[in-house]
């Protein structure tokens, strides 16, 4: 099994900055892509931004040129540095991660706790 810890969520004002950090632990041999999603209340889930274990990165539109998503292989740990931060941002954060329990193993999706993230205006 992995487990993924999520921490850095919290109140900010609009134009702050937060950043989120995901380790990852337990039985792993390699991580694919990590991520970071977002669900408000009523809402889907949806994506705000990927990266792979070579360091390409995918953003949800709304997001380009103020979030920066980074990874630390060594750590399994992935971060989303999020700056000019606002109020439509407000959300629950969830972190995943593509696990290979194996060389031989398919990966296997797991999904973090969530982190609030709440931005006043």
């Known amino acids: 099994q992995v487990r993924l810890v999520e921490s850095g969520g919290g109140l900010v004002q609009a134009g702050g900055s937060l950043r989120l950090s995901c380790a990852a632990s337990?039985?792993?041999?390699?991580?694919?892509?990590m991520g970071w999603y977002r669900q408000a209340p009523g809402k889907q889930r949806e994506l705000v931004a990927t990266?792979?274990?070579?360091?390409?990165?995918n953003y949800k539109d709304s997001v380009k040129g103020r979030f920066t998503i980074s990874r630390d292989n060594a750590k399994n740990t992935v971060y989303l540095q999020m700056n000019m931060l606002k109020p439509e941002d407000t959300s629950a954060y969830y972190c995943?991660?593509?696990?290979?329990?194996?060389?031989?193993?398919?990966?296997?999706?797991?999904w973090g706790q969530g982190t609030q993230v709440t931005v006043s205006s």
């Open positions: 990266i792979t274990s070579g360091g390409g990165a």
């Open positions: 995943n991660a593509e696990v290979r329990h194996y060389s031989w193993s398919v990966p296997t999706n797991y």
């Open positions: 337990g039985s792993i041999f390699s991580i694919n892509a």
